[in-house]
């Protein structure tokens, strides 16, 4: 059964930064893109980030772009969105995914088969 589990959102303020992580329990770690995506309560989930299989490709969402980076371990399964210079708007539950193509289309959600339960990032004003 593949696991995709977050961790490392929290509270910050407004400017600060934040790393979640998420380790996958999954053998074909090494092949798959994965990618970030996160939902604000009362919006839809939208896509933040990705990540392809070999680290060559990554692919930022405009709202975070030039904010954020992205970078996978694949001696750990595990990826890291690190975010800075934090707004309040960046609070979401966020979410990592992964099984699927190498790249494909990271920025949509049926790219990817599997799902975590979610972070919580808040960002005060």
């Known amino acids: 059964q593949v696991q995709l589990v977050e961790s490392g959102g929290g509270l910050v303020q407004a400017g600060g930064s934040l790393r979640p992580s998420c380790a996958a329990s999954?053998?074909?770690?090494?092949?798959?893109?994965m990618g970030w995506f996160r939902q604000a309560p009362g919006k839809e989930r939208e896509f933040v980030a990705a990540?392809?299989?070999?680290?060559?490709?990554?692919k930022f969402a405009d709202s975070v772009n030039g904010r954020s980076t992205i970078s996978r371990d694949n001696a750990k399964n595990t990826v890291y969105l690190q975010m800075n210079s934090l707004k309040p708007e960046d609070t979401a539950v966020y979410y990592c995914?992964?099984?699927?193509?190498?790249?494909?289309?990271?920025?949509?959600?049926?790219?990817?088969?599997?799902w975590g339960q979610g972070t919580q990032v808040t960002v005060s004003s």
């Open positions: 995914a992964t099984g699927g193509p190498t790249w494909g289309t990271p920025m949509r959600e049926n790219n990817y088969l599997y």
């Open positions: 990540i392809s299989g070999s680290s060559r490709a990554t």
């Open positions: 999954i053998r074909t770690f090494t092949s798959g893109a």
